[in-house]
T-cell receptor, first 114, second 112 residues
Framework: NAGVMQNPRHLVRRRGQEARLRCSPMKGHSHVYWYRQLPEEGLKFMVYLQKENIIDESGMPKERFSAEFPKEGPSILRIQQVVRGDSAAYFC????????????FGPGTRLTVT | GQNIDQPTEMTATEGAIVQINCTYQTSGFNGLFWYQQHAGEAPTFLSYNVLDGLEEKGRFSSFLSRSKGYSYLLLKELQMKDSASYLCAVRDRDNAGNMLTFGGGTRLMVKP
């Protein structure tokens, strides 16, 4: 059973470009979470999605950032017009459900904005 | 909201025991998690506490006191490969779903 998969593992973008980060949850998992980790800092929650629905996006910046989890295919975190401050590791996690279920993390995408 | 505190760095000797503390404040506590994260890698699940007491899993144990808002992760018989960051995370039932709030992580260095 493959774990959580994220691609690309490393992404370099120039200021003003768009970044698209993909996450395929573990097989059977329908709950996806995106976290951001700035250098030397802890993980910060961004958004929680279930299939075709955004459940909680309280941690996501209001502008330039969006997320989706379509019925078919991976979850996508999209950052438009990237700025240097967006440089970070972006981790996706998935779980089987809520309450009693732990989250499994993907390997992360390291975004560098030049 | 939540507030989670843990030491930034700790150093210990191979073969020794180390205790990493975590204190938290949350309105609707619904479980505490410990994750291990090696540099440049994904966090991996270590332990989960929702009731008071000690949970033991091999060389790693985790303790929780809900009345004190306190947990610790105990690592025994330290090995060099235990050098990593250890993340304390709290789940709050006031948050939709299973969203975790993480502390800043404790970077543990194990020396020979």
């Amino acid at each position: 059973n493959a774990g959580v998969m994220q691609n690309p593992r490393h992404l370099v973008r120039r200021r003003g470009q768009e970044a698209r980060l993909r996450c395929s949850p573990m097989k059977g998992h329908s709950h996806v979470y995106w976290y951001r980790q700035l250098p030397e800092e802890g993980l910060k929650f961004m958004v929680y999605l279930q299939k075709e629905n955004i459940i909680d996006e309280s941690g996501m910046p209001k502008e330039r950032f969006s997320a989706e989890f379509p019925k078919e295919g991976p979850s996508i975190l999209r950052i438009q017009q990237v700025v240097r401050g967006d440089s970070a590791a972006y981790f996706c996690a998935s779980s089987l459900g809520t309450e009693l279920y732990e989250q499994y993390f993907g390997p992360g995408t390291r975004l560098t904005v030049t | 909201g939540q507030n989670i505190d843990q030491p930034t760095e700790m150093t210990a000797t191979e073969g020794a025991i180390v205790q990493i503390n975590c204190t938290y404040q949350t309105s609707g506590f619904n479980g505490l998690f410990w994750y291990q994260q090696h540099a440049g890698e994904a966090p991996t699940f270590l332990s989960y506490n929702v009731l008071d007491g000690l949970e033991e899993k091999g060389r790693f144990s985790s303790f929780l006191s809900r009345s004190k808002g306190y947990s610790y992760l105990l690592l025994k018989e330290l090995q060099m490969k235990d050098s990593a960051s250890y993340l304390c995370a709290v789940r709050d039932r006031d948050n939709a779903g299973n969203m975790l709030t993480f502390g800043g992580g404790t970077r543990l260095m194990v020396k020979p």
